[in-house]
């Protein structure tokens, strides 16, 4: 069993930024793929970025997702944010060879408003 834990929420104007942060404990991390989904109000999961390159349309350009094998991290660097991007992110670690093995964080917050 792999814990996936996210940080890095919160209460952000329009067009500020934040970085969130996602930890898997697991001393295989280079095994996993690791992807940032959200769930806003209302509306089904959807991947926003996936660390093999994948960007929804709504963030290419002003999302980022970067791993650091060393910390067992992945992070999603958000700039310009918009209130449409109010939601809660979720990190999601799946095996590279079985996806049907994977592991979800247990959320973070992040709201967009003035």
């Known amino acids: 069993q792999v814990q996936v834990a996210e940080s890095g929420g919160g209460l952000v104007q329009p067009g500020g930024s934040l970085r969130l942060a996602c930890a898997a404990s697991?001393?295989?991390?280079?095994?996993?793929?690791m992807g940032w989904y959200r769930q806003g109000p209302g509306n089904q999961r959807e991947l926003v970025a996936g660390?093999?390159?994948y960007y929804a349309y709504s963030v290419k350009g002003r999302f980022t997702i970067s791993r650091d094998d060393a910390k067992n991290t992945v992070y999603l660097q958000m700039n310009n944010l918009r209130p449409e991007d109010t939601a809660v992110y979720y990190c999601?670690?799946?095996?590279?060879?079985?996806?049907?093995?994977?592991?979800w964080g247990q959320g973070t917050q992040v709201t967009v408003s003035s």
């Open positions: 697991t001393s295989d991390f280079s095994s996993y793929t």
């Open positions: 660390d093999t390159g």
């Open positions: 999601n670690a799946a095996l590279k060879w079985r996806t049907s093995t994977n592991y």
